[in-house]
C-alpha cells in the first residue's frame, strides 16, 4: 500500500514538473540574449522598471484570459442546461460536457462566443501570424547561429583583390588592399535554414500538448545551460562601462517593443491551460513561478550585460563573447537546441487553427448540443 502511495505521489509530482516546463516554455527562449541591447535603449533604472512593469502586467493579462476562457465555458453550460430542460446540474452529462470544453475550448471559441463571428476572424488571423512569424524567426535565428558561430572562418584568396593590387601597384599608388577575404565554410544559408526541417515536421506530429513536456523539459534545460554559460561569460572580469546611463526615453519605445516580443508566450496560454488535467488549478501559481524566473534570468542578463559592454553591447549578447573559444561553442550549442526543441509547442496553435478550418464540422461551441 505504501508503495502505491509512493509511486502515487511520484507520478504526480512528476506530472507537476512536466506541466511546469510547458507553462515555462511558453514563454522562455533566446529572448533573454537580447536584453542588454534593449537595456541599451532605455537606461539601466528605466529599463528595470519597463521590465518588471512589462512582467506584471503579462501575467495579469495571461490570468485574465484563463478568467475568460471558464466564463465562457459557465455561460455554455448554462445554455446547455437551459436549452435542454435539465434540472440536474451535477449529472454525468453535464460533467462530462464541462470536461469537454475544459480540453478544447480555442482562442477562436473563446472569441466568438465573446464578440461574435468577427471576434473568432481577428483572433485566429492575429494568433495564426503571431505563431507563423516567431517560427519563421526561429528558422532563420537557426541558421544564423550555425552559419556564424559553429563554422569556422578561413582565409580565401580572393581574384579581385589581387588584381586591384596589381593594378595599383602599376600606377606606384598606394592601396590598403587585402590579398584574401574572410569566408565561411558553412553551407549556403538557405540550406542551414530549412536543415532542422525534418526535425519539425516530426514535432508537428504530436497532437497533445501534455505530450510535449519531456521536449519542453530538455529546451529548457539546454537554455539554462546556454544562460550560465553567458552569465559565467560576463561575471569573468567584470567592470563597469563607463558609457552606461539610467535613463533614456527617447529611445524607450524600441525597449518595449523589444520586451513585450521576448513575452511570446501568451498565444499558447489556453492549449496548455486545457492540457494541465488534474493540474489546471495549480496553473496560475504556475505562470506566477515561470514569468518570476524569467524576470530574473531577462533582468540578470540585460543588467550584467549592459554594465560590462555599456554602448559596444550587441543586439545578441552572445557576440560580444570571445569567439571560437570552450564557452562561445556551449552557448551556441545550447542555445540551437534549445529553440530548436521550442518549435513544437510554438507551432501548435497554428496546427489548431487550420485543422478547426480544415477537418472538422465546427468550433467546440457549435458542437456542445451534440453531448
Known amino acids: 500500500m505504501a ?39 532605455s537606461g539601466l533604472i528605466l529599463g528595470l522598471i519597463g521590465l518588471l512593469v512589462i ?29 435542454q430542460g435539465i434540472h440536474d446540474v451535477a449529472s454525468p452529462k453535464i460533467g462530462k460536457l464541462r470536461e469537454r470544453l475544459e480540453r478544447h475550448l480555442t482562442y477562436g471559441d473563446i472569441a466568438r462566443k465573446s464578440l461574435g463571428i468577427w471576434g473568432l476572424y481577428v483572433v485566429n488571423f492575429a494568433l495564426f ?8 524567426a526561429y528558422m532563420i535565428f537557426l541558421g544564423n547561429t550555425l552559419q556564424t558561430n559553429l563554422f569556422p572562418f578561413v582565409n580565401q584568396t580572393s581574384e579581385t583583390s589581387l588584381n586591384e593590387l596589381q ?24 540550406i542551414l535554414v530549412l536543415f532542422p ?47 552606461v546611463e539610467y535613463f533614456k526615453f527617447a529611445t524607450f519605445p524600441v525597449f ?17 491551460e486545457s492540457s494541465m488535467a488534474e493540474n489546471r488549478p495549480k496553473y496560475p501559481s504556475f ?31 552572445i557576440q560580444n563573447l570571445p569567439a571560437n573559444t570552450v564557452f562561445s561553442y556551449i ?15 510554438t507551432v501548435y496553435p497554428i496546427i489548431e487553427i487550420l485543422e478547426n478550418i480544415l477537418f472538422t464540422e465546427g468550433m467546440v461551441i457549435e458542437r456542445y448540443s451534440s453531448c
Do not use: W
Not at 501570424?129 to 519563421?136: D, E, K, M, N, R
Not at 574572410?182 to 538557405?190: E, G, I, L, S
Not at 524569467?294 to 549592459?306: E, K, N, Q
Open 3 to 41: 508503495g502505491k502511495i509512493a509511486k502515487r505521489m511520484n507520478n504526480r509530482l512528476v506530472q507537476a514538473s512536466v506541466d511546469f516546463a510547458n507553462v515555462f516554455k511558453a514563454f522562455n527562449g533566446t529572448n533573454y540574449l537580447a536584453l542588454a541591447f534593449a537595456f541599451l535603449q
Open 55 to 83: 512582467t506584471i502586467v503579462t501575467d495579469h493579462c495571461c490570468q485574465l484570459i484563463v478568467k475568460c476562457k471558464y466564463l465562457v465555458v459557465d455561460q455554455i453550460i448554462n445554455e446547455f442546461v437551459s436549452k
Open 129 to 136: 501570424f503571431t505563431q507563423f512569424f516567431f517560427c519563421i
Open 167 to 190: 593594378s595599383q601597384k602599376k600606377n606606384n599608388t598606394i592601396v590598403d588592399v587585402q590579398p584574401y577575404a574572410r569566408v565561411t565554410t558553412a553551407p549556403a544559408f538557405p
Open 197 to 243: 526541417l525534418p526535425l519539425f515536421l516530426l514535432f508537428v506530429l504530436l497532437r497533445n500538448v501534455r505530450s510535449m513536456g519531456p521536449i519542453s523539459v530538455v529546451a529548457n534545460i539546454s537554455i539554462f545551460l546556454g544562460y550560465g554559460v553567458v552569465l559565467t561569460s560576463l561575471i569573468k572580469g567584470f567592470a563597469v562601462d563607463d558609457s
Open 256 to 272: 518595449f517593443g523589444a520586451v513585450s516580443c521576448m513575452y511570446e508566450g501568451i498565444g499558447t496560454i489556453i492549449p496548455i
Open 287 to 317: 505562470l506566477h513561478g515561470s514569468l518570476m524566473l524569467l524576470f530574473v534570468m531577462l533582468g540578470s542578463l540585460g543588467v550584467l550585460g549592459y554594465l560590462k559592454y555599456g554602448d559596444d553591447v550587441e543586439q545578441i549578447l
Open 331 to 345: 552557448a551556441n550549442v545550447t542555445i540551437c537546441i534549445g529553440v530548436a526543441f521550442t518549435y513544437p509547442l
